[in-house]
């Protein structure tokens, strides 16, 4: 099993709709853990943290749930420009040397116009 | 300011040919990670340093692959007889010590990467 899982889509989504992502990770002593978004062909950049209460950036909204070890997304108003893959990351701090990121697969999402 | 810089931005290698991919992270990040990213798939960790100090090589898949940072800067992955499957794109990505942001403001930020083709 991924230590980090996404369904990869793609999600195909008219512009000014709603869409929502789910990723769930395996290690129960994670603490830390982000959304990245990767345009095609460039690298990863951050897209906001998610926190334990929940946070919302604009039309970006990120929840945790820890007891079922799941991170979700939402984007509100979808505009043309959120086309990109958008991976679920999490810091494993059980190891307090090692900073390592562990990624998902990523999930590709076109808005259609 | 300057972000992560890597060369070169695309290497086409011929099977059992040695290569080297450069990285500069931000000046004054002590942390540097390089990452493999096949087709598709998400970012893979390949190693961690902390200045100099390689403190995490466990995601390097065999002894072909070895990286070195020497000044605690730029830092140097090296794949030797390089077979097809290592054909991907290397990222390079570098921090603030996670002790030194916080995990509130923690964020690693990447480099444009090194897509290599082995053929």
């Known amino acids: 099993r991924k230590e980090v899982e996404q369904d990869p889509g793609p999600f195909n989504v008219p512009e000014g709709a709603t869409v929502a992502f789910n990723c769930t990770y395996s290690?129960?002593?994670?603490?830390?853990f982000f959304w990245y978004r990767q345009d095609c062909r460039k690298e990863p950049k951050l897209l906001m943290s998610v926190y334990s209460s929940g946070n919302e950036d604009g039309r970006f909204t990120a929840q945790l749930n820890r007891a079922s070890q799941y991170i979700s997304l939402l984007i509100r108003d979808s505009k043309l420009s959120d086309s990109a893959t958008y991976l679920c990351v999490v810091l494993d701090l059980s190891n307090f040397g090692n900073e390592k990121l562990t990624f998902g697969t990523g999930t590709r999402l076109t808005i259609i116009p | 300011g300057a972000g992560v810089s890597q060369s070169p931005r695309y290497k086409v290698a011929k099977r059992g040919q040695d290569v080297a991919l450069r990285c500069d992270p931000i000046s004054g990040h002590v942390s540097l990670f390089w990452y493999q990213q096949a087709l598709g798939q998400g970012p893979e960790f390949l190693t961690y340093f902390q200045n100099e100090a390689q403190l995490d090589k466990s995601g390097l898949p065999s002894d072909r692959f070895f990286a070195e940072r020497p000044e605690g800067s730029v830092s140097t992955l090296k794949i030797q007889r390089t077979q097809q499957e290592d054909s991907a794109v290397y990222l390079c990505?570098?921090?603030?010590?996670?002790?030194?942001?916080?995990?509130?403001?923690?964020?690693?930020?990447f480099g444009p990467g090194t897509r290599l083709t082995v053929t």
């Open positions: 290690n129960s002593a994670s603490q830390s």
């Open positions: 990505a570098s921090s603030l010590n996670l002790r030194t942001s916080g995990s509130v403001g923690y964020e690693q930020y």
